[in-house]
């Protein structure tokens, strides 16, 4: 009876071990993100959308968001590519158009920006 109990026990602990992380969806990985952002944690909302596009390169919103949290860093021209990978997998992302318009603007580009803001209010 006591080796059944350490065999269990011996599972228990050797489940848990590889919880943190692993096992988590690209939809999950992409609502801690949003969770990250929402409180301003823009490093670990980066690690979150970072790893959901890593299981899920086509994930638009993912891109989309990670650029957020870049362009709340300052980081613009990470912010850029994030978003120009969102409009390259989902042409129609009004937001990711208008939120690169946004930064091409910080950054002194205003006819970019200008341009961005005009699709997303054409879509």
């Not at 129609?92 to 318009?101: E, K, L, S, V, W």
Request: charged content about 25%; overall charge negative.
């Amino acid at each position: 009876m006591r080796s059944v109990a350490i065999v269990l026990a011996f599972f228990a602990v050797a489940s848990c071990a590889s919880l943190p992380g692993q096992s988590m969806s690209s939809e999950e990985l992409f609502h801690q993100g949003i969770s990250f952002l929402k409180s301003r944690q823009y490093d670990e909302a980066i690690e979150a959308f970072s790893e959901a596009i890593e299981l899920n390169p086509q994930y638009a919103e993912a891109y989309r968001n990670r650029g957020l949290a870049w362009a709340n860093k300052g980081e613009y021209d990470q912010a850029i590519s994030d978003y120009t990978k969102a409009v390259e997998i989902n042409p129609r992302d009004g937001q990711a158009y208008y939120n690169r318009g946004t930064v091409w603007a910080e950054k002194g580009k205003l006819k970019w920006g200008l341009t961005d803001a005009e699709k997303a209010l054409s879509l």
